[in-house]
T-cell receptor
Framework: GDSVTQMEGPVTLSEEAFLTINCTYTATGYPSLFWYVQYPGEGLQLLLKATKADDKGSNKGFEATYRKETTSFHLEKGSVQVSDSAVYFCAVRQYGGSQGNLIFGKGTKLSVKP | DADVTQTPRNRITKTGKRIMLECSQTKGHDRMYWYRQDPGLGLRLIYYSFDVKDINKGEISDGYSVSRQAQAKFSLSLESAIPNQTALYFC??????????????FGPGTRLTVL
């Protein structure tokens, strides 16, 4: 079945450091790919998404590119802030089968220190 | 006001008790979902509903049941709670656009503790 593997955390960075959180997926067909973010004490909210190969999703300085050849959707940000401290989830939604439900990775906790 | 609300936000109960978690949405979405979140395991789908008459089991439905009372309301029940159902529960909604990239919108979560 479909699955998502993302790098384990926690990840601790200093403010203004470069961030990469790796995400790879297993799915047939042409899935849509998502990054969700969960701030402390809150529910998940969509950070960015990409629906076809080579698409780049971006939001709030975060970017991720849909790489079908490597089945990856790595999250990057050039300069993190303390306010980016949160748990980040990569997710895949397959076109067609299983009614297109989201499959989530286990989450990566990011802590940014001043 | 929040588009997706969950009640209660926190609940402590005892083994064997029946518990109902409620979810309401004002987004006008047809699709609703229940997930549970456990540390280190991400989110796992319990049940989902694509409209009032369409309810489906997810990855981990055993020990849970749901009711879709209206388009805007989707309740999750634990008929006889057990300690390993201690978790953070999220409700989510999504639209029915033709594109498979439609976003799921999450509620704030219910933290359930079963003693």
């Amino acid at each position: 079945g479909d699955s998502v593997t993302q790098m384990e955390g926690p990840v601790t960075l200093s403010e203004e450091a470069f961030l990469t959180i790796n995400c790879t997926y297993t799915a047939t067909g042409y899935p849509s790919l998502f990054w969700y973010v969960q701030y402390p004490g809150e529910g998940l909210q969509l950070l960015l998404k990409a629906t076809k190969a080579d698409d780049k999703g971006s939001n709030k300085g975060f970017e991720a590119t849909y790489r079908k050849e490597t089945t990856s959707f790595h999250l990057e940000k050039g300069s993190v802030q303390v306010s980016d401290s949160a748990v980040y989830f990569c997710a895949v939604r397959q076109y067609g089968g299983s009614q297109g439900n989201l499959i989530f990775g286990k989450g990566t906790k990011l802590s940014v220190k001043p | 006001d929040a588009d997706v609300t969950q009640t209660p936000r926190n609940r402590i109960t005892k083994t064997g008790k029946r518990i109902m978690l409620e979810c309401s949405q004002t987004k006008g979405h047809d699709r609703m979902y229940w997930y549970r979140q456990d540390p280190g395991l991400g989110l796992r789908l319990i049940y989902y509903s694509f409209d009032v008459k369409d309810i489906n089991k997810g990855e981990i439905s055993d020990g849970y049941s749901v009711s879709r009372q209206a388009q805007a309301k989707f309740s999750l029940s634990l008929e006889s709670a057990i300690p390993n159902q201690t978790a953070l529960y999220f409700c989510a909604t999504s639209g029915t656009s033709a594109g498979w990239g439609d976003t799921q919108y999450f509620g704030p979560g219910t933290r359930l503790t079963v003693l």
